[in-house]
């Protein structure tokens, strides 16, 4: 029994925890405890400055935000400031010369009864500089750099000899019945009621001329040529687009386009010489029905359609292609030379029914 009170009291005096091992437990607590406190204070500081850069950042964007917004207010300030405007009107020859260039806008021009020009001019962005000495003219940007959206009117003598130049923007013309000499960059050409000779160049841009009483000569790289009223010589030449000629008396008419249909209804003068050619495209000629003249219709690989009777002998008229055909006959009485020729197109012919 004795022996057994022994054991019992020596397996309880190893169970229970010495002094020293408690205060080392007690030690490693308050340093887990401490550490957990220096951990969250470096959380702490860390989610501060990451607040404080996104503060700071946001406060950039903002300045920055300012900045462009006072730039883009003082650029407009400076661009009214460099707007230009005129309104004028001055005493000018009536067989005067008038130069008008404008890069960058629209330009139109109107022929009247009297001897005075007036303009009036705008620009958003550049000064516009006019000079007239009585018999010259000219109204242009007022530096090197151009003008932006202009818009350029004027009001001439109509007798008066025009000089255009355009960049980007339309061009009007009516009323003026000197020469007009246009040339543009990239925009329409229109001229109305002209009296002297036309001509236009044109790099790409369409040009539409109603009523011509002289010569008319355009040439255009990409665009659509159009003359109604034509009453002088006509030639016309582009190299991508339809080129059509309707209410045209004229003794001498050349046209010809690289990619596009050409189109001609109009009389046929005696002793007139009248040539079409387009490489590809449709060739429509609509004649009086009693026209008198020697034609040469061709086409590499088209029909020829004749609305007026033609007497011709079976292959006799080929041109070196099973395909090809050119066909060459008489109309009538007349000495007028007539060429139509296209290399991928049909080649029409039909009545107008008037007389020339």
């Not at 000499?181 to 539409?208: F, I």
């Not at 006509?234 to 050409?262: A, C, F, P």
């Amino acid at each position: 029994m004795s022996r057994h009170i022994v054991l019992l009291l020596a397996a309880l005096a190893l169970a229970a925890p010495t002094p020293g091992r408690a205060q080392s437990t007690d030690r490693e607590r308050e340093q887990e405890r401490i550490e957990r406190e220096r951990e969250r204070e470096r959380d702490r500081r860390e989610r501060d400055r990451e607040q404080a850069e996104e503060r700071a950042e946001r406060a950039r964007e903002q300045a920055e935000a300012r900045a462009e917004r006072d730039r883009e207010r003082e650029q407009t300030r400076r661009e009214r400031e460099l707007a230009g405007a005129l309104d004028t009107t001055v005493t000018f020859d009536a067989r005067g010369t008038v130069n008008v260039s404008c890069p960058g806008g629209d330009v139109i021009v109107t022929g009247t009864a009297r001897n005075q020009i007036v303009v009036k001019a705008r620009t958003e962005r550049g000064a516009i500089r006019f000079a007239s000495s009585g018999g010259n003219a000219t109204l242009e940007p007022a530096a090197s750099r151009g003008c932006n959206d202009a818009h350029f009117e004027l009001s001439v003598p109509a007798g008066v000899h025009l000089v255009t130049n355009t960049w980007s923007g339309s061009l009007r013309v009516s009323g003026v019945k000197g020469e007009i000499d246009a040339h543009a960059q990239s925009g329409d050409v229109d001229v109305r009621d002209a009296g002297d000779d036309v001509e236009v160049e044109t790099l790409s841009g369409d040009v539409t001329i109603q009523g011509a009483s002289g010569a008319v000569n355009v040439h255009t790289v990409s665009g659509d040529i159009s003359l109604t009223g034509g009453r002088g010589t006509v030639e016309m030449e582009t190299v991508s687009g339809d080129i059509e000629l309707r209410d045209v008396v004229s003794s001498q008419v050349r046209t010809n386009s690289t990619s596009g249909d050409l189109t001609f209804a109009g009389a046929i003068v005696n002793a007139g010489r009248y040539q079409f050619e387009t490489h590809s495209g449709e060739l429509r000629l609509e004649l009086p029905a009693n026209v008198g003249a020697e034609l040469s219709l061709s086409t590499f690989s088209g029909e020829i359609d004749s609305a007026f009777p033609i007497t011709l002998t079976p292959g006799a008229h080929g041109i070196g292609a099973s395909q090809a055909k050119k066909l060459t006959f008489s109309l009538g009485q007349g000495s007028a030379r007539i060429i139509a020729e296209t290399f991928s197109g049909d080649v029409t012919l039909t009545k107008t029914g008037r007389r020339p």
